[in-house]
């Protein structure tokens, strides 16, 4: 966990650590979607 992490709970990633980009895409667009407006995050779960 980065020592920089915000009251909204910011995320870190290694990029050297060899994960799939497609894993770093579900990840951040999770957290998108979980803090998002619903008219917003909506857009990125159907779309």
Do not use: Q, T
């Amino acid at each position: 966990m980065p020592p920089y992490v915000g009251y909204l709970g910011w995320i870190g990633v290694r990029l050297d650590r060899g994960l799939s980009w497609d894993e770093i895409e579900r990840v951040i667009r999770d957290a998108y979607v979980a803090v998002a407006p619903k008219n917003l995050s909506s857009r990125i779960v159907s779309g």
